[in-house]
């Protein structure tokens, strides 16, 4: 089957639910938000490895429930709240795993990012990742859907469940807390 390119979420919906379209249309549905998922995930988990794994746990979590998606919000956003929580889900088992905590020579996250061979940043951006470590988690998860992927709180508020005013003072706390971490001068206006 071929599905067009542009075809609307509604309509790529309707194909997911069909028995006869479903393999295909979920097809298209990986291929159309695995680099946007992807991008969410990573700078989450930021092992590319790991972050591969949490991507394919969102997928199948997709397949098995999208007969229940009621479609109240936006095919995206149902994705991108399963895929955040996903990788919160990962990131609490390896918590519980971690044995040392991440500010040791061993877990130092700008190594771990400066030795991963898909990172291509440079120090600053390793830096930057560090710093939004730093941040509580539901400052994490605003910052990464706010600063990353550009969402509007409206739409980050449906992916969370956390009201619109919560999310802005979430995300100028991350703000003030990564400026702070990097020795940036809190001088700027916050969105």
Request: proline share 4%; hydrophobic share 35%.
């Amino acid at each position: 089957m071929n599905i067009p390119r542009d075809i609307a979420d509604e309509e790529l919906l309707k194909l997911l639910t069909t028995p006869e379209t479903q393999e295909a249309a979920f097809s298209f549905l990986v291929d159309r938000y695995s680099p946007q998922l992807y991008a969410v995930i990573r700078r989450m988990v930021y092992r590319h490895e790991e972050t591969d794994d949490v991507l394919q746990d969102t997928f199948v979590k997709v397949w098995r429930h999208i007969g229940t998606f009621k479609g109240e919000s936006k095919l995206s956003t149902w994705l991108y709240s399963i895929a955040t929580n996903e990788a919160l889900s990962h990131l609490r088992k390896e918590k519980k795993m971690r044995r040392l905590p991440l500010t040791t020579e061993e877990y130092d996250l700008t190594q771990i990012l400066m030795s991963d061979p898909y990172f291509d940043g440079d120090l600053a951006e390793a830096q930057l990742f560090k710093a939004i470590d730093q941040l509580p988690e539901k400052q994490k998860l605003t910052f990464e859907l706010r600063y990353f992927q550009d969402l509007p709180y409206k739409e980050i508020s449906e992916i969370t469940g956390t009201s619109e005013g919560a999310l802005k003072a979430n995300y100028h706390h991350a703000i003030k807390k990564i400026k702070k971490e990097m020795g940036i001068e809190d001088d700027t206006e916050v969105d």
